[in-house]
Structures are given as structure tokens and as C-alpha cells.
């Protein structure tokens, strides 16, 4: 089992997160929270210890997309 997660080098890139928008619980979640404001990348470490005192860290990277547009309707002809 470990004691303790935690992460770093959390960087939003153009995304418009923060550092806040992530967290970490004692059953061993991570949670993202949060609206992305613009399309890009984000990147962070998570880094866990377990209860030898070993650690191991991962690097991750998410993709945020551009948010598609909603379909436009256009006005059907009058039928006579």
C-alpha cells in the first residue's frame, strides 16, 4: 500500500487551468476539476510512496480539444 500521493509540475499550458484544478484523496484519486478556457496540452507528475518508503513518479499529458460549435439551424421556406 503507499502513504503518500501528491503532484507536481503541473503546467496548463493554454488550457486556462490551474494548479488548483487538480487533487489527489487518500483512497489514491486524481481529480481534475475545472473548465478548460482554450484548446492545448497540460502536463503533471504524479509521485507515490509507499510504506517501505520507495517512491515512483509518472509524467502525464492530457489533450484538450477545441470545443465544437453548435449546428446552426436555418429557417425552412413558408409552404403555401
Do not use: K, M, R
Not at 3 to 32: E, K, Q, R, V, Y
Not at 40 to 69: E, H, I, K, M, P
Amino acid at each position: 500500500p503507499f502513504t503518500s500521493i501528491s503532484i507536481s509540475n503541473f503546467n496548463a499550458g493554454t488550457t486556462g487551468l490551474t494548479a488548483a484544478a487538480i487533487t489527489t484523496n487518500t483512497a489514491g484519486t486524481i481529480t481534475l476539476n475545472g473548465t478548460p478556457t482554450a484548446a492545448g496540452t497540460l502536463s503533471f507528475t504524479v509521485n507515490v510512496t509507499d510504506t517501505a518508503g520507495a517512491t515512483v513518479s509518472q509524467n502525464y499529458t492530457l489533450t484538450v480539444n477545441a470545443a465544437l460549435s453548435p449546428p446552426v439551424l436555418q429557417a425552412l421556406p413558408a409552404f403555401v
